[in-house]
């Protein structure tokens, strides 16, 4: 039971450059969300999904979108990154909305 | 969704109890208290939740009073490994979708 996995760990992009990031939970958990953490700050909802299919936009969602094809992936793309959005992105699932289990992170640097 | 407000930062010592404090005053109904905490380079970790009164676990205790407008979470005996980040967060409810705010959590440090 790995719990909740990121990929990749850490990533570099030039500004304009395109990326996926890819979020997988072995829990069977209907809810799972996209956050970012800037330095020294507390975590922002970017997007969330209630369940295989749906996705919503939380407190930062521009310049994101996701996507929720399978129950246990949820997908965080960039389409054109910008320095802006240099920051460490956690993604987690939860059975019920108010306990959370979170991945290990995948820190991004955009140049 | 009910606003938090709890210290930014707390110093302690080994051995010590260690409460946090944590005001909100919008609680709704149906809403419940959950407690996070971070270590750094890692992503935040559940460690209690609850509706009302006191609860506990193996890690912490939480007590809500009967107004519910604020909640404490009680550390026993820190060690130097609670040196952590922790954030208190009210909500969502289990009826509706949520935007959930994390806040920027009370920083705290324990010393030898």
């Known amino acids: 039971n790995a719990g909740v996995t990121q990929t990749p760990k850490f990533r570099v992009l030039k500004t304009g450059q395109s990326m996926t990031l890819l979020c997988a939970q072995d829990m069977n958990h209907e809810y799972m969300y996209w956050y970012r953490q800037d330095p020294g700050m507390g975590l922002r909802l970017i997007h969330y999904?209630?369940?295989?299919?749906?996705?919503a936009k939380g407190e930062v969602p521009d310049g994101y979108n996701v996507s929720r094809l399978k129950k246990q992936n949820f997908l965080l793309g960039l389409e054109s990154a910008a320095p802006s959005q240099t920051s460490v992105y956690f993604c987690?699932?939860?059975?019920?909305?108010?306990?959370?289990?979170f991945g290990p992170g995948t820190r991004l640097l955009v140049l | 969704l009910a606003k938090t407000t709890q210290p930014i930062s707390m110093d302690s010592y080994e051995g010590q109890e260690v409460n946090i404090t944590c005001s909100h005053n919008?609680?709704?109904?149906?809403?419940?208290i959950t407690w996070y905490q971070q270590f750094p380079s890692q992503g935040p970790r559940f460690i209690i939740q609850g509706y009302k009164t006191k609860v506990t676990n193996e890690v912490a205790s939480l007590f809500i009073p009967a107004d519910r407008k604020s909640s404490t979470l009680s550390l026993p005996r820190v060690s130097l490994s609670d040196t952590a980040v922790y954030y208190c967060?009210?909500?969502?409810?289990?009826?509706?979708?949520?935007?959930?705010?994390f806040g920027s959590g009370t920083r705290l440090s324990i010393r030898p």
């Open positions: 919008n609680i709704a109904t149906n809403d419940y």
């Open positions: 967060l009210v909500g969502p409810s289990r009826s509706s979708a949520s935007k959930i705010i």
């Open positions: 999904s209630v369940g295989e299919g749906t996705t």
């Open positions: 987690a699932s939860s059975y019920t909305q108010e306990t959370q289990y």
